[in-house]
């Protein structure tokens, strides 16, 4: 039986980032990832889907010199997002946290990125092997050691085991199972048809004259659904990201209300497919001017099935790992990604890093405490925000924006949690609205899982 110290299954942001930490440190570490095809990546590798767009903390929260990641990788520096109700709306020129970023943030190629990140962990001398599968693991807690049996029937010994599958979590959750109590297992509580959002987005060609190239733009309230909504992230060229996040499985009679949702018409017996909103978002925005399908056409060789791509986002607040059983788990399996902001890798590769030093150590026991001290603000905000807007519905959005702007233009830090009194009363009351919120997921409260209630 082949043996390694610490084995990783996933080879995305996460799991690359904990190969590479782990190797850096003399551990002996093997990343297994199932390998799938893209348009623009020659060969398998990880599920590289995302809109791909970086803030400027958010570097420092990957814990990365900018200055390193390759000129191929970026692909647009970042001034603003625009953040467009049905009838109102707000720009954002800074985020208000400090950075040692220069710009508000860029636009990255995301295979480019997960692939620079491997190559990286191989250069430390972690192995990377892409088309192998991992299906079941049996973990014996008198070491604790664990025993991986590969999908081609190969076997694997580990010390340490780190989780980095995604949000889809087809490995995490049977692994996490095993030391769970049967009346609340990781299965029912990270279940991913409740658990995460389904996204879709097109890469498509835009006029010149139609394409903001250092904007960021997110549409609010034109399509029902918790934390759903369309976006359009600048790409190279004149290349763009047009995508869209909703729940899993909603239904059209869910909707108590659809004649107030731009994106919904009167005739629709079921909710959009993603195709169909993109191009209704479309028309919205530009079809006055152009003809869709001829001005904006898809671009066949980006993503993962010619110029299209659908993926999952974890929607859910995170986990702590059974880190007693020589377990972590990092990423968007661990549920540090979010449907509210679209994505996270870079609290992704933050969390993998962790999980590789410290079990590179021997010191995989402060792991859950790690993570919380490294990238706890940042979920917090994402968690408080999420259930802030939560049941909102179009005219909330509308009103939450022009709120926004008048705080925006009373406030030259730029960032709306530090509101001026001339914002008036309901600048202040969503301010306060924020601070209530947030005080009930302070101190780790955000966590869903806590590692006390594994049976270990």
């Given at each position: 039986m082949e043996r390694t110290d610490v084995a990783v299954v996933g080879g995305g942001p996460a799991g690359t980032a904990a190969a590479l930490q782990a190797a850096q440190r003399g551990a002996d570490v093997v990343v297994f990832e199932k390998g799938?095809?893209?348009?623009?990546?020659?060969?398998?590798?990880?599920?590289?889907?995302?809109?791909?767009?970086?803030?400027?903390?958010?570097?420092?929260?990957?814990?990365?010199?900018?200055r390193e990641i390759p000129d191929e990788v970026i692909l647009q520096e970042l001034e603003d997002v625009d953040f467009i109700g049905p009838t109102a709306s707000c720009t954002l020129g800074r985020t208000g946290i400090d950075s040692s970023y220069p710009h508000f943030g860029f636009a990255f190629h995301r295979a480019r990125m997960d692939d620079w990140w491997r190559e990286k962990a191989e250069d430390a001398g972690a192995e990377y092997r892409v088309g192998t599968s991992v299906g079941t693991v049996e973990t014996d807690l008198s070491g604790p050691t664990h025993h991986l049996t590969l999908a081609d029937g190969g076997e694997v010994e580990a010390?340490?085991?780190?989780?980095?599958?995604?949000?889809?979590?087809?490995?995490t959750n049977r692994v996490l199972d095993q030391f769970t109590p049967e009346d609340r297992s990781i299965t029912d509580v990270l279940a991913s048809t409740d658990a995460n959002h389904i996204?879709?987005?097109?890469?498509?060609?835009?006029?010149?004259?139609?394409?903001?190239?250092?904007?960021?733009?997110f549409w609010w309230g034109v399509m029902p659904g918790e934390t759903a909504y369309p976006w359009v992230f600048p790409n190279d060229g004149t290349v763009a990201r047009v995508g869209l996040t909703m729940p899993i499985g909603m239904d059209i009679d869910d909707v108590e209300n659809p004649e107030e949702y731009d994106l919904l018409r009167p005739d629709d017996e079921e909710i959009p497919r993603g195709g169909e909103y993109i191009r209704r978002l479309l028309e919205r925005e530009y079809g006055d001017e152009y003809d869709i399908e001829e001005d904006f056409p898809i671009v066949?060789?980006?993503?993962?099935?010619?110029?299209?791509?659908?993926?999952?986002?974890?929607?859910?607040?995170?986990?702590?790992?059974?880190?007693?059983?020589?377990?972590?788990?990092?990423?968007?399996?661990?549920?540090?990604?979010?449907?509210?902001?679209?994505?996270?890798?870079?609290?992704?590769?933050?969390?993998g890093k962790i999980a590789g030093e410290l079990a590179a150590t021997d010191s995989l026991s402060r792991y859950n405490d790690a993570w919380k001290e490294a990238i706890g603000d940042e979920i917090l905000r994402n968690v408080t925000f999420a259930d802030i807007v939560a049941e909102y519905e179009p005219d909330d959005w509308d009103r939450t924006f022009s709120v926004a702007t008048d705080m925006l233009s009373d406030d030259r830090s730029g960032s709306l949690l530090k509101p001026r009194i001339r914002s008036g009363v309901r600048g202040l009351k969503l301010y306060g609205k924020y601070k209530s919120t947030?005080?009930?997921?302070?101190?780790?409260?955000?966590?869903?899982?806590?590692?006390?209630?594994y049976t270990l």
């Open positions: 799938v095809p893209r348009e623009d990546r020659d060969g398998p590798g990880p599920d590289s889907t995302d809109a791909a767009g970086m803030l400027d903390y958010w570097v420092d929260i990957m814990d990365v010199d900018y010390d340490y085991l780190v989780l980095a599958d995604g949000p889809q979590r087809t490995v996204a879709y987005q097109e890469y498509r060609r835009f006029p010149e004259d139609a394409f903001d190239d250092d904007t960021l733009k066949e060789d980006r993503g993962k099935t010619k110029g299209t791509e659908t993926y999952p986002i974890s929607s859910t607040r995170p986990i702590d790992s059974p880190t007693a059983a020589n377990v972590a788990v990092a990423g968007g399996a661990m549920g540090t990604t979010s449907a509210f902001h679209e994505g996270g890798y870079h609290v992704a590769i933050r969390s947030k005080r009930k997921y302070r101190n780790g409260k955000y966590v869903q899982f806590d590692e006390s209630e």
